[in-house]
């Protein structure tokens, strides 16, 4: 009986509106108040769940992100992207999204992306003649590789809660990702080709290498994140540390766009971000305590495995849920109520955890630009001052795009294991 109560005040908590990470800790403090068990339960399980070593890592990859965001790099890496395709009929749509793999090199956020990305590209779409619903659909849907291409603040939460390496997770996304784009860059200069879309003039090779020249320390920084865990020099928390200070020095001695008066702002912005993550970790423990308790992730095994123990059929299913799932939930929160349960279930039937953890959380991404609570959507809805239902309907191809590559990673694993398994044996 307490477990239906606690996944009514959930679903009724959503459905309201409440925020995701407070909707967690009230039909979890329900349970337990309903359960007779003693409320002190839950802040011990919410310390639990953020104690562990690796989350100290998202605070400081937030920082870096926001100190290169602040120290000029948005501009510089749009003006690179456009050197190099901005010329293709559709070009300015390319651009934003080939900006958007070089920026998820640095943020490793959706949220952070569109917003940085969407800021510039948007109006300046909206001026060269794209129609405003396509200037949106294509930000928000080329967002969602910002957290498969590494660093990747998902990729850190499904490393504390697996056990998998980090540094791993991170080579895991690279391919995806990059597939990710170009699949695409394919699909916005087709619809771009459809509709005639503005063809910017070529700017030649010298503008290709001075916007190289300057977007280049801002590209290193992906370099060095990814150096410091490969080569063993350091651990995610410690590269987030490297990365920070590295950020800073570039904005403020080499970019020089970033003022030292910034700094506390910057900070501030970077903590209330972290912290909102890790609250939702918290919360989000202790509801999937209360599910393991209820013994809720063996039953979904067992009703999954009742119908079908093959391979590929799991896989399809566990793809279809999570979909579901990310149609209406935040994308921490779904990784740490479903990852551990749905991972035993792919054990079960054979699939490798980090092939799992890379189509998880590519799949979860997806969920950012899906209605109803795609998060990325109302971002750029925003920015183009566009009720949702246009961009929704603009999206729809961007989606059908990321879902066919969702297919090729699910069930080609070499697509996510191949690199990590090569480099870091």
Known sequence: ????????VFVGGLVVGIPVAITLGLSSLVYLLMSGIPPVVMPQKMYAGMDVFVLLS?????????LMNQGGITNRIIRFAQALIGWVRGGLGLTNIAASMLFGGITGTAVADAASIGGVMIPGMKKAGYPAAFSAAVTAASSTVGPIIPPSVPMIIVGALSGISVGKMFLAGAVPGILMGLAMMVTAYWISRRNNHPREAWAGWGEVARSFAGAFWALFMTFLIVYGLLSGLSTPTETA???????????????????LRALPGIIIESAVSAAGILALVGFANVFGWILVSERIPQAIADGVLGITDNKFLVILIINLLLLFVGMFMETIAAL???????????EAVGIDPLHFATFAVLNLMIGLTTPPVGVC????????RLPLAPVVVAIVPFLLTNILVLLLVSYIPALATWLPNTLMP
Do not use: D, H, K, T
Request: glycine fraction near 8%; charge should be neutral; aromatic fraction near 12%.
């Open 1 to 8: 009986m307490e477990v239906w109560i606690l996944f009514a």
């Open 58 to 66: 998202i605070p400081g990859f937030i920082l870096a992100g926001n």
């Open 241 to 259: 540390v490297v990365a920070s200070v590295y950020a800073l020095l570039v904005g403020v001695l080499i970019y020089r766009e970033l003022r």
């Open 336 to 346: 740490i109520i479903l990852f551990v349960p749905l991972l035993s279930l792919a």
């Open 377 to 384: 959507l109302f971002v750029c809805a925003g920015i183009a």
